[in-house]
Structure formats: structure tokens, C-alpha cells
Nanobody, 119 residues
Framework: VQLQASGGGLVQAGDSLRLSCAAS????????MGWFRQALGKEREFVAA????????YYKNSLKGRFTISRDNAKNTVYLQMNNLKPEDTAVYYC?????????????WGQGTLVTVSS
């Protein structure tokens, strides 16, 4: 499955953004999905994930309450709603699909969208 993330940009602290991840090639509803991020000079980290049906969302603990992952399988799109953004949320955000059930390593990745939060 090919993934295209979008929706990033430059915002101020306290603002909101909604990222989108559109899938092509295969039906997104077949896959569990996730969002990850990588800040400059840091390792990529898990942000949120959601199962194929839209249930069982889970988050990096520190992001609970501010970030919400959702999906619309009819539109072949997964979303990440980010509220009350902080400068430390600045990163390239990646969507990913199809995790290995044993290792949780995701097999398909999008190209990333940059989110910059100014103070």
C-alpha cells in the first residue's frame, strides 16, 4: 500500500492541526495504521495507532488527551488530530500501515509531513 501524508505546516504553540494519510494501491481498511514522528537529531518515535476497524486507538502516553487518531475507511484515509500543540511537537510526522503482529514493525511508510510549532 502506498501512503501519502499531508497537513503539516508552521503553527504557533496552542494551535491545532489535523494530519491526513491517504492510501492508494490497496484498501486501507485491511490494515492497522500508525503515526510516528521524528524530530531533528532524534530517533523516530511512536505517536498513535488504530486497528483496521477504527477501534482500539492507543497513544504515546505523554500525548494522550491532546492527539486523536481516527480513520475513514470509505475515504481510505487516516487522520491525526493534534490539539494544543507545543514546540516539542515539532517533527516530521509519518504514517505507517500493516504492522507485523509479533514485532509490531510496520511494513509500509509514507513520506512524512513536517510540523513546526513556534513558541
Amino acid at each position: 500500500v502506498q501512503l501519502q501524508a499531508s497537513g503539516g505546516g508552521l503553527v504557533q504553540a496552542g494551535d491545532s492541526l489535523r494530519l491526513s494519510c491517504a492510501a492508494s494501491g490497496r484498501m486501507l481498511r485491511k490494515y492497522d495504521m500508525g503515526w510516528f514522528r521524528q524530530a531533528l537529531g532524534k530517533e523516530r518515535e511512536f505517536v498513535a495507532a488504530i486497528d483496521w476497524s477504527g477501534g482500539s486507538p492507543y497513544y504515546k502516553n505523554s500525548l494522550k488527551g491532546r492527539f486523536t487518531i481516527s480513520r475513514d475507511n470509505a475515504k481510505n484515509t487516516v487522520y491525526l488530530q493534534m490539539n494544543n500543540l507545543k514546540p516539542e511537537d515539532t517533527a516530521v510526522y509519518y504514517c505507517a500501515a500493516d504492522p507485523d503482529p509479533e514485532t509490531m514493525v510496520f511494513n509500509s511508510w509514507g513520506q512524512g509531513t513536517l510540523v513546526t510549532v513556534s513558541s
